[in-house]
T-cell receptor, first 111, second 116 residues
């Protein structure tokens, strides 16, 4: 079935470091891909999305490119801040009824 | 409020008891979703409502789990005869129609259930 695999965390970085969180997927057809973020004490919120191959989603300095050839949607940011510390979830849609999420990757950024 | 509201935020119960978890979606959102977040397991889909109907309940793990939605608004997730493996954070999300297709789900902060 359809699934999402994320790199395990926690990912620990110093402020201003470069961030990559890997995400690969298995799906029938051509899903849309998403990154959600969960800040401490808050609900998940949509960070960015891409709906077709080679699309790049971007928001708040984060980017991810939909790579059909490698079935990947890696999240990147050039310079992380302490306020980026959160849990990041990669997800794909499998029709109208639901999103399938990865297990989440915790990011910890120190000053 | 403006967001998805869930209650209780924390629930501790004894094995074998029934529990009810409530979700109040964003006004005007016709779609409502329940997910379960367990340690190390990510988000597990439970059930999806469109209006008061549940066209997809494929994620409910057993017949001890049920959910309903009334008035196209509030939803209740009921777990009967709770087991320790039911301990998790139960998340509710809502969206406009076809929200899953666009990825625009709005999540509540969750109800943390602990079964002793």
């Amino acid at each position: 079935g359809d699934s999402v695999t994320q790199m395990e965390g926690p990912v620990t970085l110093s402020e201003e470091a470069f961030l990559t969180i890997n995400c690969t997927y298995t799906a029938t057809g051509y899903p849309s891909l998403f990154w959600y973020v969960q800040y401490p004490g808050e609900g998940l919120q949509l960070l960015l999305k891409a709906t077709k191959a080679d699309d790049k989603g971007s928001n708040k300095g984060f980017e991810a490119t939909y790579r059909k050839e490698t079935t990947s949607f890696h999240l990147e940011k050039g310079s992380v801040q302490v306020s980026d510390s959160a849990v990041y979830f990669c997800a794909l849609n499998i029709g109208y009824s639901t999103l399938t999420f990865g297990k989440g990757t915790m990011l910890l950024v120190s000053p | 409020g403006a967001g998805v509201s869930q209650s209780p935020s924390n629930k501790v119960t004894e094995k074998g008891k029934d529990v009810e978890l409530r979700c109040d979606p964003i006004s005007g959102h016709t779609a409502l979703y329940w997910y379960r977040q367990s340690l190390g397991q990510g988000l597990e889909f439970l059930i999806y409502f469109q209006g008061n109907s549940a066209p997809d309940k494929s994620g409910l793990p057993s017949d001890r789990f049920s959910a309903e939605r009334t008035g196209g608004s509030v939803s209740t997730l009921t777990i009967q005869r709770t087991q320790q493996e039911d301990s998790a954070v139960y998340l509710c999300a809502s969206s406009f129609t076809s929200g899953a297709n666009t990825g625009e789900l709005f999540f509540g902060e969750g109800s943390r259930l602990t079964v002793l």
